[in-house]
């Protein structure tokens, strides 16, 4: 008896997957749960488990190719003597054309014939954000009413669509290179991965009305505070104390203040969050992610820091879930990692604010009328002007600096 090998349900507002890296081979012996195959989605990549234990009999869907939900795989035969089946793939995958449509299928369930129900504004964002009309969209709600499910099996059921996506990262044709420079480059496909953060950043720059305000901190005594604590600190909590956890509370004070930072606009509706979910962008060797301290404010300095350790480990180990990359609110970046001084970091859409840290330097500065020493860093707000105001925008600045400053603030909820 064979099993199927099917596209799992990948999360939220993901109707398709890109197959990756294929783990075995035809006729190869698998166990039940044992990663399979791996999918590459727009936001994170995920490992299929073997549904059951037998032989790998066939692989419908090679690598680099794309599929909708549910789509089928390939399939496993029981027992050993499925490695029988590696050398007869032929009448299966004849009945591939046939399974594979099956993702889009259940789209047309209740299709209903017009409405002058206006689509959910959640299926209205998505659609616009994808050029779909409602109106060509059959709704399964009450009265025919378009709901954003109704919109991602459209999204499923339109290849053309979903071929045309990546096209705002295509730049010009370039000119042919010489004949002497062609034989040295290497042409190599974007990851959908990479796709998508390149589309998501344009999108974020040709929509919001994007602009940066600076400022410098102190990180004197923070730096102190840290050395004189960390080491009791890591004894206690069982992590390492960063400066993180006094940026992330420090960012979620000022938010409390200036609740526009933490809102969105959707159509003519501003959407303010009374939540703390705070993305931490974390460079892989896939590229850029952005996993999500879900109710930050709510977490005490060790809290942060235990949940950021794991989010990073799981970033670099690839094993992110969609759990793990929604739903956030503010983001934080931080270029000072890799040396960053100065830069102007772009919104993590629809998020109307993004917090750039840098590079810790000592510079000369003037404290009490005496020109000393101090441990310095630039900050830098990158905000929707749409939404947030100038005064909001710097006020918020100050008041990060003005928490990392003085820390004691963050301990004492000022």
Known sequence: MATEIRVP??????SEATVGTWFKKVGDT??????????????????????????LTEIIIAAGETVGLNALLGQIAEGAEGSAGASAPAPAAAS??????????????PASAGTSMPAAP??????????????????????????KGDVIAAIAKAPAAAAAAPAPVAAAPRAPSATQDAVREERVKMTRLRQTIAKRLKDAQNTAAMLTTYN???MKAVMDLRNRYKDVFEKKHGVKLGFMGFFTKAV??????????????????????????VGMAVGTDKGLVVPVIRDADQLSIAGVEKELGRLAKAARDGSLGMADMQGGTFTITNGG???????????????SGILGMHKIQDRPVVVGGQIVIRPMMYLALSYDHRIVDGKEAVTFLVRVKESLEDPERLVLDL
């Open 96 to 109: 591939a054309p046939a399974a594979a449509p099956a993702a889009p299928a259940p789209a047309a369930a």
């Open 9 to 14: 349900t990948l999360g939220e507002s993901v």
């Open 252 to 277: 979620t004070h000022a938010l409390k203040e200036l609740p526009a930072v933490n809102a969105e606009i959707d159509g003519t509706d501003i959407i303010y969050k009374n939540y703390c979910h």
């Open 122 to 147: 959640a299926a209205a964002k998505l659609a616009a954000d994808n050029n779909i009309s409602t109106a060509d969209v059959d709704g399964s709600g009450k009265r025919g009413q378009v709901l």
């Open 30 to 55: 698998v166990k039940a749960d044992e990663p399979i195959v791996e999918l590459e989605t727009d936001k994170v990549t995920v490992e299929v488990p073997a549904p059951a234990s037998g032989v």
């Open 337 to 351: 990692v890799y040396g960053s001084l100065m830069s102007s970091p772009i919104l993590n859409a629809p998020q």
């Open 216 to 218: 410098e901190v102190d």
